[in-house]
Antibody, heavy 121, light 105 residues
Framework: EVRLLESGGGLVQPGGSLRLSCAAS????????MSWVRQAPGKGLEWVSS????????SYADSLKGRFTISRDNSKNTLYLQVIGLRGDHTAVYFC??????????????WGQGTLVTVSS | IVVTQSPGTLSLSPGERVTLSCRAS??????LAWYQQKPGQAPRLLIY???YRATGIPDRFGGSGSGTDFTLTISRLEPEDFAVYYC?????????FGGGTKVEI
């Protein structure tokens, strides 16, 4: 059974930074691309970033480039999202999602339960 | 690529047939997925490749279309099907979601 467990969310002051983690199990992590998708309160889904199976290819939503950095450690079966310069509009539930192939352009076939990031003073 | 879903909300009864629409601003071939999300839960993949059901998805869910116009059909609504449905293109980055269609009682 695929399991994705996000952590690292919480209350952060504007301008602050944090690192989200996603611990994966139940599948061969190094064979699949992974992504972060977020959902602001009461809003729809927004793709944030994806990283290929090897970690060599990363892609980002245009509006988030420069503030968000995705990475992965295949030896630890863990996905990361480093965020700097947080603003109020970054408040959202951040979901970790497994992609169905090794490439960054494939559907999300498994999702974690999400971690809430709240940006407020 | 902008993905647009219609309608925004559908009010229906159990047992009814429902058709949800999704349109992409340019062709995405068949690289289109549908997800279901219930309140407080993560999304769940229903359909990928425009028409292939994901593992464990009941056959009352069906997808069709290619290019720019897609449809998700639920042949007979069950109580557990009342949720928000999103389509998403994965043909080209940035990956984009539609705004969602809420299916309510």
């Amino acid at each position: 059974e695929v399991r994705l467990l996000e952590s690292g969310g919480g209350l952060v002051q504007p301008g602050g930074s944090l690192r989200l983690s996603c611990a994966a199990s139940g599948f061969t992590f190094s064979k699949y691309a992974m992504s972060w998708v977020r959902q602001a309160p009461g809003k729809g889904l927004e793709w944030v970033s994806s990283i290929s199976d090897t970690g060599l290819r990363a892609s980002y939503a245009d509006s988030l480039k420069g503030r968000f950095t995705i990475s992965r450690d295949n030896s630890k079966n863990t996905l990361y999202l480093q965020v700097i310069g947080l603003r109020g509009d970054h408040t959202a539930v951040y979901f970790c999602a497994k992609m169905s192939r090794g490439s960054n352009t494939s559907p999300f076939d498994s999702w974690g339960q999400g971690t809430l990031v709240t940006v407020s003073s | 690529i902008v993905v647009t879903q219609s309608p925004g909300t559908l009010s229906l009864s159990p047992g009814e047939r429902v058709t949800l629409s999704c349109r992409a601003s340019e062709s995405v071939s068949s690289n289109l997925a549908w997800y279901q999300q219930k309140p407080g839960q993560a999304p769940r993949l229903l359909i990928y490749g425009a028409s292939y059901r994901a593992t464990g998805i009941p056959d009352r869910f069906g997808g069709s279309g290619s290019g720019t116009d897609f449809t998700l059909t639920i042949s007979r609504l069950e109580p557990e099907d009342f949720a928000v449905y999103y389509c998403q293109q994965y043909d080209i980055s940035p990956l984009t979601f539609g705004g969602g269609t809420k299916v309510e009682i």
